[in-house]
């Protein structure tokens, strides 16, 4: 009962910017932690940012500085400004949303679709 949708994905030359957007939807009753992974082609997937409900975030020291994650939380979505882009940040990215899908339930992480974000030099 629970989809996350993905978007904002693309080619875009080195320096250049994109914004993802996780929007989650369906039936639950109370999302906690949002972030966002990235997998490079051969490699594991790796954990890029994070975000709590009160609005701590935490970030890979290979993106400190230059992406931010944000979070609107009326409207269930978690979005990755992603500025001055280089091209080791090729990957799928993905988010990850930890969400209670009812009040008894325990927490437990979805994962969108993935998006695929490609950097050219």
């Known amino acids: 009962q629970v989809q996350l949708v993905e978007s904002g994905g693309g080619l875009v030359q080195a320096g250049g910017s994109l914004r993802l957007s996780c929007a989650a939807s369906?039936?639950?009753?109370?999302?906690?932690?949002m972030g966002w992974y990235r997998q490079a082609a051969g490699k594991q997937r790796e954990l890029v940012a994070t975000?709590?409900?009160?609005?701590?975030?935490n970030y890979a020291d290979s993106v400190k500085g230059r992406f931010t994650i944000s979070r609107d939380n009326a409207k269930n979505t978690v979005y990755l400004q992603m500025n001055s882009l280089k091209p080791e940040d090729t990957a799928i990215y993905y988010c990850?949303?930890?969400?209670?899908?009812?009040?008894?339930?325990?927490?437990?992480?979805?994962w969108g679709q993935g998006t695929q974000v490609t950097v050219s030099s």
């Open positions: 975000i709590i409900s009160g609005g701590i975030t």
């Open positions: 369906g039936s639950f009753y109370r999302i906690n932690a």
């Open positions: 990850n949303v930890n969400i209670k899908l009812t009040f008894t339930s325990s927490y437990q992480g979805y």
